[in-house]
């Protein structure tokens, strides 16, 4: 499968596939194209059985510099509600199947934002997230003031927001914006590794531990809880229910099959 602007390898380790932010020279800046791309390639690999994690990364240099200003900077209010370019990202975020960031260099508003659809984050040591839009006079259009601000806390989205500043790969660490840092050289690695073991696991189990996760962003704790406690239970329908105990009480390693 292969896109101009993501570029997807489904063979790159059992049971994984990579996706590849491909502008470049543009440092991955988030243009329509790009997006519509990512949006087609993630849809597809979620409903293909032969993958079980998936991983987003870009380069070095640049996860993503945020969404497209050339594209954007000649356009008015209504030309941006018909567009409406962020509405859509939301199906990346009720993906089912466990979506890993890699990332390295800038990661900078819709860049930081995506990052933020993902559901674990490796980075790089050399990694900067920013939420910039202030400096162009407006302000964060996919999650940067709402999913930013319920994961790093008030006072911290409120110093990237306002600031436009930038903040290192430690501090995003400490704030709770990434799950490790490792040298740029191995951040790939790293971010393939979490998905090859993600992908060892019970496909059900992952599905809907993941949703059930999810569902805590957006629910009160009595509704979390019992959507937990119904998926907990409907897992006992699985063949891999069956299997998992039965290889813990046999004392072998499981064998799942997603059933
Ligand atoms: N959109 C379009 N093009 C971008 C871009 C962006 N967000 N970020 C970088 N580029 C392009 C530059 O225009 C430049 O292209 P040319 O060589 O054709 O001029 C190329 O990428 C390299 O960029 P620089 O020369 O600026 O590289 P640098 O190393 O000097 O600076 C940078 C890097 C600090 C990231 C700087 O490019 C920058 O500030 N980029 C904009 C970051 C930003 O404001 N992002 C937020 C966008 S708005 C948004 O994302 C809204 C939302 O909520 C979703």
């Known amino acids: ?71 954007m900077s000649g356009k008015g209010a209504i030309d941006m509600l018909l567009i409406d370019q962020f509405a859509t990202w939301e199906q990346i975020r009720r993906l089912k199947k466990p979506l890993i960031a890699a990332v390295s260099g800038f990661v900078l508003g819709g860049g930081n934002e995506l990052v933020m659809h993902c559901d674990l984050v490796v980075a790089s040591e050399t990694a900067r997230f920013g939420q910039p839009e202030i400096l162009l006079g407006i302000m964060p259009g996919a999650g940067g003031t709402q999913r930013l601000t319920r994961q790093i806390g008030k006072v911290n989205a409120m110093e990237m927001v306002l600031t436009g500043q930038p903040v290192s790969a430690k501090q995003a660490l400490a704030w709770g914006l990434v799950n490790r840092v490792v040298p740029v050289e191995v951040y790939l690695d790293e971010a393939l590794r979490l998905a090859s073991e993600i992908a060892l696991r019970a496909p059900l189990a992952v599905r809907l531990a993941k949703e059930s996760v999810l569902k805590a962003q957006d629910s009160n704790l009595s509704e979390g809880l019992e959507f937990e406690r119904k998926n907990f239970y409907m897992l006992f329908a699985s063949a891999d229910q069956k299997e998992g105990m039965d290889a813990f009480v046999n004392k072998r390693p499981p064998q799942f099959t997603g059933s």
């Open 1 to 71: 499968m292969k896109n101009e602007l993501v570029l997807v390898d489904t063979q790159i380790r059992p049971g994984v596939a990579l996706l590849r932010l491909n502008r470049p020279k543009e440092l991955n800046a988030l243009n329509l194209q790009l997006m519509a791309e990512l949006r087609d390639a993630l849809a597809i690999l979620d409903k293909d059985e032969n993958v079980r994690a998936m991983v987003l990364t870009g380069n070095e240099k640049a996860f993503a510099a945020g969404a497209d200003i050339h594209q």
